[in-house]
């Protein structure tokens, strides 16, 4: 268990308004992700961190901000929800667990958003 | 853009049968992954494969890569009912990101 909790876990919100989602992790792990899952689309990698106040954009940044002020927590802004952006959202955190090189990703257990 | 595509995009298959499950990819590749998820549950790390191999085994996994395909299968032998879940290639191309493709659901018939 790489210990990463997510918050809220179910949340429904009204366009137009703020959402934060957080991920908390307590192995001080240096890279979080943010990715979102949609039916059809699979897993699509949002932002992404690799150290604190070190993050970058994925393939569907737009409308999302991260913000990573402490290694242990790593925050998902929608600054203003759309209803595309309703998804279920999954933290995740990688792992060198292969001497190889390999690095493997250990994931939350989702939140799911809807957006009406 | 998705790097890795499943196929089939669902499979129904007998408990006791083999699955058979198979990715694409379009770039080069450090590593290839495979995880499963379970209904409403997180992504779960199956096995890892790195570019220089051929085939690799885990219990009752065996992955193959062929990276002048750029191709990657993953198989299930003697499949159980709690094998039912979809499952997802990832593809490590050394730049910190894993790309995942659209998944397979793969559901065992008692």
């Known amino acids: 268990d790489a210990g990463i909790t997510q918050s809220p876990r179910h949340k429904v919100t009204e366009t137009g308004t703020p959402v934060t989602l957080r991920c908390h992790q307590t192995?001080?792990?240096?890279?979080m992700y943010w990715y979102r899952q949609d039916p059809g689309h699979g897993l699509r990698l949002i932002h992404y961190s690799y150290g604190v106040k070190d993050t970058d954009k994925g393939e569907v940044s737009d409308g999302y901000s991260v913000s990573r002020s402490k290694t242990e927590d790593f925050l998902l802004t929608l600054e203003s929800a759309t209803s595309s952006q309703t998804s279920v959202y999954f933290c995740?955190?990688?792992?060198?667990?292969?001497?190889?090189?390999?690095?493997?990703?250990?994931f939350g257990e989702g939140s799911w958003l809807t957006v009406v | 853009s998705q790097q890795g595509e499943e196929d089939p995009q669902a499979l129904s298959i007998q408990e006791g049968e083999n699955a058979t499950m198979n990715c694409s990819y379009k770039?080069?590749?450090?590593?290839l992954q495979w995880y499963r998820q379970n209904s409403g549950r997180g992504l779960v790390h199956l096995i890892l494969?790195?570019?220089?191999?051929r085939e690799k085994h885990s219990g009752r996994l065996r992955v193959t890569l062929d990276t002048s395909k750029k191709s990657s299968s993953l198989l299930i032998t003697a499949s159980r009912a709690a094998d039912t879940a979809s499952y997802f290639c990832?593809?490590?191309?050394?730049?910190?990101?894993?790309?995942f493709g659209t998944g397979t659901r793969l559901t065992i018939i008692p």
């Open positions: 995740a955190i990688r792992l060198n667990l292969d001497r190889g090189g390999g690095n493997t990703i250990y």
């Open positions: 770039t080069s590749i450090n590593n």
């Open positions: 192995e001080n792990h240096r890279y």
């Open positions: 990832a593809t490590d191309r050394g730049n910190e990101k894993l790309t």
């Open positions: 494969i790195r570019s220089n191999e």
